[in-house]
């Protein structure tokens, strides 16, 4: 499957009606992201069964902004509308492997229970979440 250009037009849609979106931050200028494209682009031929997408940083500066993208490339994961995993830097193949292997692995119930047991502790005055953006879990 080709990589799906995401705007914030259509954004809410492409997570809320697939399971499982990665989705790539990028810009033109930037050399790492150019040099992770290729690898990006592999992934998405190799699970079929995936959504992948990229976010064009510089025409989509809104969007980037709502999820702090501070640093470029930053892979997210979003499975069941749950940011899973966003995290800078470009991936070498095996890793990009091996972490949507982890990423398919997860048991979303335990990942919403986890979530929801953390704002309920932050809402009880706790320290909540450990410093994660609120709904999100690592793979």
Not at 49 to 72: N, P, R, W, Y
Not at 98 to 127: C, N, P, T, Y
């Amino acid at each position: 499957m080709a990589t799906v250009e995401l705007t914030k037009e259509n954004f809410d849609q492409t997570v809320s009606e697939n399971p499982f979106v990665l989705i790539d931050f990028w810009a033109g200028w930037c050399r790492p992201c150019l040099q992770f494209a290729p690898v990006y682009e592999r992934a998405s031929e190799a699970h079929p069964d995936l959504v992948f997408a990229k976010v064009d940083t510089e025409a989509q500066q809104e969007l980037a902004g709502a999820f702090q993208i501070t640093s470029i490339p930053t892979l997210m994961i979003v499975r069941d509308q749950v940011a899973i995993f966003a995290q800078p830097g470009a991936l070498p193949e095996a890793a990009l492997t091996d972490l949507i292997g982890q990423a398919r692995a997860l048991d979303m119930d335990e990942v919403r229970a986890k979530i929801a047991a953390e704002q309920q502790g932050s809402q009880g005055g706790s320290q909540g979440s450990g410093g994660k953006a609120p709904g999100t879990a690592e793979a």
